[in-house]
């Protein structure tokens, strides 16, 4: 299960060093505004699947993969992320 999002990392860092021409992956990497519209999009999107009960797990995962992509061309490090989250436990 967490093999899936360590690939998509591993793709956000492997198309931000070699980028993939008309790739969708790569327009999210390299203009963070459009990245930044798209996650809040995606979560709008999660929570009215939520509500209404429809698509939940297609809309999840997209956030998953915009949110990944938003991190990564922000420089923001998932390894971080988990040393935070690892700090709260309890």
Same mark, same amino acid.
């Given at each position: ?19 993939? #021409?008309?790739?969708y ?11 930044? #519209?798209?996650?809040? #999009? ?25 949110l990944?992509?938003?991190l ?6 998932? #390894? ?11």
């Open positions: 299960m967490l093999n899936t999002l360590e690939d998509l990392f591993k793709l956000a860092r492997e198309r931000k060093k070699n980028p993939v #021409e008309g790739s992956t790569n327009k999210l990497l390299n203009d963070k505004s459009f990245s930044k #519209e798209k996650v809040l #999009e995606e979560i709008n999107e999660l929570i009215e699947a939520i509500e209404k009960n429809t698509n939940k797990i297609h809309e999840a995962a997209d956030v998953f993969y915009h990944i992509m938003y990564e061309a922000n420089d923001v490090k998932v #390894e971080e992320v988990i040393s935070e989250l690892n700090k709260r436990k309890k």
